[in-house]
Nanobody
């Protein structure tokens, strides 16, 4: 069993900053990518940013230059630094990790429970 524990959501004013963290634990052998998606009511979940095990990152155009995804010092942990938050950024943010449970095994995507980000003055 794998657990993704998210933290750091909350309320911030427009132009403010928040930092989200996600830690994966449990029965995992390796992770080849982690990242964040977000979802608002009535819309599909959309990619925010991902980082591969080799360090390569990918960002949605809407967050480039404002959000930074990094792999923290702690194993299997990533953080999303969100700066210059805009009124269009509020959503439930979900952590995702692509995990395999044994050497040579299949890869499986796991999701966190989601954390709410609200931008309001």
């Amino acid at each position: 069993q794998v657990h993704l524990v998210e933290s750091g959501g909350g309320l911030v004013q427009p132009g403010g900053s928040l930092r989200l963290s996600c830690a994966a634990s449990g029965s995992l052998f390796s992770i080849n990518a982690m990242g964040w998606y977000r979802q608002t009511p009535g819309k599909q979940r959309e990619l925010v940013a991902t980082v591969a095990s080799g360090g390569g990152t990918h960002y949605a155009d809407s967050v480039k230059g404002r959000f930074t995804l990094s792999r923290d010092g702690a194993p299997n942990t990533v953080s999303l630094q969100m700066n210059s938050l805009k009124p269009e950024d509020p959503a439930v943010y979900y952590c995702i990790a692509n995990i395999r449970h044994r050497s040579g095994g299949d890869w499986y995507a796991y999701w966190g429970q989601g954390t709410q980000v609200t931008v309001s003055s």
